[in-house]
């Protein structure tokens, strides 16, 4: 994602027939955050720019190109066929000329890094990486955004992060998509719950509790489904919520049983304050996958945490048996 460049640098670039063309960074930049926005004066504000001053700088882009970039619709603005061919390399300008500029200025070329990740990467992994990214590269700058699968294919797909880390699948033909480790999903209740004891459930015996399940577009539930796709009309679904740690919450105080990732348990389940219940009639594997647009100028930063991530995980079968990093 294209970070705020503080000079105003002017591009020359010749092309067929020995046209000259002129435009400055700081015009793409109004122009990526407009097509990201929508709106001229959402954009301003992002850039802290006047918004006559956003205006301005998109008026005289497509002035001085001839062409029109985006389609008009009221204060809407959406990005035309051009427009579409331009962004990602208007983008990927903007990232290399972030890595000059950190260079210029003493740096070893870490700038800035924008990662998406689904809720039970977010909480359980990303945060502990990115601690332990920073911690090799402290001039660097990470922001971290949590949302669910749909969410962050979304947010990569329009530029506005740099790298998902996502735990649902991802069919985006702009999108590309390498996996990173296998995760499984596990049934689990309360310890006074009456399949605590045996420790196992038979499907028809799924299809008697009452459930707490992650919200539909998560990663979570789109794999529950899949496995409970020919029963998903024979359940009672209580409640749904967007947060792992409610849905724990929720089954420790015995309103039903719910099924999350493995990772999201193991603390619990050493304690003791929730049980697994094995599930030999669901196959509840899926795996955690890095997605990145397939235009996306791959940054030093963005590299070096790939990496990072790839080697935390090397030779391990599955999430849960991931040694995490200490951070001092």
Same mark, same amino acid.
């Given at each position: 994602m294209a970070a705020t460049i503080s000079v105003n640098w002017i591009i020359k #670039?010749?092309?067929?027939? !020995? *046209?000259?063309?002129?435009?400055?960074?700081?015009?793409?930049?109004?122009?990526?955050?407009?097509?990201?926005?929508?709106?001229?004066?959402?954009?301003?504000?992002?850039?802290a720019l006047s918004q006559s001053a956003a205006s301005t700088s998109i008026t005289e882009l497509e002035r001085q190109s001839s062409c029109q970039l985006f389609d008009r619709a009221g204060k809407r603005l959406s990005l035309?066929?051009?427009?579409?061919?331009?962004? =990602?390399?208007?983008?990927? %300008? &903007?990232?290399?000329?972030?890595?000059? @500029?950190?260079?210029?200025?003493?740096?070893?070329?870490?700038?800035? %890094?924008?990662?998406?990740?689904? &809720?039970? *990467?977010?909480? !359980?992994?990303?945060? %502990?990486?990115?601690?332990?990214?920073?911690?090799?590269?402290?001039e660097s700058q990470v922001k971290l955004h949590v949302q669910n699968t749909a969410h962050i294919v979304h947010q990569v797909a329009h530029y506005e992060i740099d790298l998902g880390l996502i735990e649902g699948d991802c069919s985006h033909p702009d999108i590309e998509v390498q996996t990173w480790v296998e995760d499984e999903l596990v049934v689990f209740c309360a310890p006074q719950h009456h399949l605590a004891k045996r420790g196992m459930a038979s499907m028809d015996e799924l299809t008697h509790e009452a459930w707490i399940l992650r919200e539909q577009g998560s990663g979570t539930r789109l794999t529950f489904d899949q496995a409970m796709r020919h029963h998903r009309s024979a359940l009672n679904i209580r409640l749904e919520l967007e947060h792992t740690e409610a #849905?724990?919450?929720?089954? @420790?105080?015995? +309103?039903? *049983?719910?099924? *999350?990732?493995?990772?999201? +348990?193991?603390?619990?389940?050493?304690?003791?304050?929730?049980? =697994?219940?094995?599930? =030999?009639?669901?196959?509840?594997?899926?795996?955690? !996958?890095?997605?990145?647009h397939k235009q996306k100028y791959q940054t030093s930063a963005m590299r070096e945490f790939l990496e990072l991530c790839r080697a935390f995980t090397a030779g391990v079968q599955r999430s849960d048996e991931i040694v995490l990093p200490s951070i001092a």
């Open positions: #670039i010749r092309v067929i027939g !020995y *046209i000259d063309m002129r435009f400055t960074l700081r015009q793409l930049q109004v122009f990526v955050a407009v097509a990201q926005q929508e709106s001229v004066s959402r954009a301003a504000g992002l850039l035309n066929a051009l427009g579409h061919q331009l962004l =990602p390399q208007a983008v990927a %300008l &903007l990232d290399q000329a972030k890595e000059i @500029e950190d260079l210029l200025n003493g740096k070893s070329g870490f700038g800035s %890094l924008a990662v998406g990740a689904t &809720l039970t *990467i977010g909480n !359980y992994l990303a945060t %502990l990486l990115i601690g332990s990214f920073m911690q090799q590269h402290p #849905i724990k919450r929720a089954v @420790e105080s015995g +309103l039903g *049983i719910g099924c *999350i990732s493995r990772l999201a +348990l193991r603390d619990a389940f050493r304690r003791g304050s929730l049980v =697994p219940v094995e599930t =030999p009639d669901l196959d509840l594997a899926r795996q955690f !996958y890095f997605i990145w």
